[in-house]
Nanobody
Framework: QLQASGGGLVQAGGSLGLSCAAS????????MEWYRQAPGNQRELVAR???????VYSESVKGRFTISRDNAKNTAYLQMNSLKPEDTAVYYC?????????????WGQGTQVTVSS
């Protein structure tokens, strides 16, 4: 229902863009969130964007990451710039969506981001 893509290997200081595309019964994305989980760590919220356009970022990524959305494509994005080795993690998208049966939260599968020093 939510398909995350765009992860990969990049050198420190580089950039990557992640996508999270909705499909199937999902009619519209409302609240979009990106999380990440590094080995041995808890999953943490990286960025959130509401349907009104309000955004929240974790302190560790503020100024480097940008969350955005394309309503026409029902897709959310996470642009990651000035990447650091500590950004290495599996990244997950999560969305509060409307479907034909109401509203619900959906998780996408993870996509690996590896930043080499």
């Amino acid at each position: 229902q939510l398909q995350a893509s765009g992860g990969g290997l990049v050198q420190a200081g580089g950039s990557l863009g992640l996508s999270c595309a909705a499909s199937g019964s999902i009619l519209r994305l409302h609240i979009m969130e990106w999380y990440r989980q590094a080995p041995g760590n808890q999953r943490e919220l990286v960025a959130r964007r509401t349907s009104s356009g309000d955004t929240v970022y974790s302190e560790s990524v503020k100024g480097r990451f940008t969350i955005s959305r394309d309503n026409a494509k029902n897709t959310a994005y996470l642009q990651m710039n000035s990447l650091k080795p500590e950004d290495t993690a599996v990244y997950y998208c999560k969305a509060f969506v409307s479907t034909g049966r109401g509203w619900d939260w959906y998780w996408g599968q993870g996509t690996q981001v590896t930043v080499s020093s």
